[in-house]
């Protein structure tokens, strides 16, 4: 149909239709049931967006986890179908203040009246859970070539999309060898970057020097080990692995854009430009 199709509601009717659909959908659901606040915190999907936004509450909260804009452009075009939804929510949560005035300004040649009801909080974190993971034991094959690395030791944990840019890590442990550093990386975590990523490691030479582990069961257990966490990040919302990392005490750099501007304020942490060099 068209709303998938374009991203967009055709007419007045078919917004109607849309909507009248939802109600039954979470009629069938719920039944007469009311509640007081229907949050929509995952703030993707249009489908899950369209039903949070017509269950029968007297307040609709939907988070924002990142630059909702930049997103629709880089990875996730069908965020602008659920840009059409915004106008059925009161309440829009914010992982940081800095990401809230990127979408502040982004959204305010769209829905200027929906700004006002922007809001921060910023995501929790179970720090205890996080050191208790770290400390358990260990049957993963990889930790022992990771503990036994007497190399200054790098991780970088995020998702291989392009908006991570672990390319940038890769070009930097170059820079450092070159510099006459002894370091290494580890990037745990897979995505569609992954060849890319096997190439430019080939492509500079680093295969004895940069590793890339995939998805880990419990990536705590490498990260307390690691000298430093690197996030290469173009944007972020929040940049909750810098929590984590802080919370066992690991230093962490970031590039300089917001959402870790606000983690690693106050000389939390080091904020780099958006370069290899940097």
């Not at 070159?178 to 745990?188: C, E, I, M, P, R």
């Amino acid at each position: 149909d068209k709303f998938n199709a374009e991203n967009s509601f055709y007419s007045p009717a078919m917004e109607q239709i849309f909507n009248t659909s939802a109600r039954q959908e979470c009629y069938r659901m719920l039944g007469t049931s009311e509640f007081d606040l229907s949050l929509e915190h995952q703030g993707y999907h249009p489908f899950w967006v369209g039903i949070m936004a017509n269950i029968n509450a007297t307040d609709h909260a939907i988070y924002l986890h990142n630059d909702m804009v930049e997103e629709s452009k880089q990875r996730l075009p069908n965020l602008k179908r659920t840009f059409q939804l915004y106008k059925n929510y009161e309440t829009f949560i914010n992982v940081s203040n800095s990401s809230m005035a990127i979408n502040k300004e982004n959204f305010k040649p769209i829905f200027p009246e929906l700004i006002e009801n922007f809001c921060q909080v910023r995501n929790g974190l179970d720090a205890e859970r996080i050191v208790e993971l770290a400390s358990a034991p260990s049957d993963d094959p990889d930790i022992e070539q990771f503990n036994n690395d007497v190399r200054f030791k790098l991780i970088n944990i995020a998702r291989m999309w392009p908006e991570k840019n672990q390319v940038r890590l890769i070009e930097m442990v170059r820079v450092l060898l070159d510099k006459g550093q002894h370091v290494s990386l580890y990037v745990l975590g897979t995505g569609p970057l992954l060849s890319v990523l096997e190439a430019k490691i080939a492509e500079l030479g680093l295969n004895d020097h940069v590793f890339l582990l995939g998805v880990k069961r419990n990536p705590f257990q490498f990260l307390k080990s690691a000298d430093c966490h690197v996030l290469s990040s173009d944007y972020e919302g929040q940049g909750i692995v810098l929590l984590e990392a802080m919370s066992l005490g690991v230093p962490c750099v970031s590039t300089n854009i917001p959402g870790p501007d606000n983690v690693l304020e106050n000389g939390l942490g080091l904020l780099t430009e958006l370069s290899p060099e940097a």
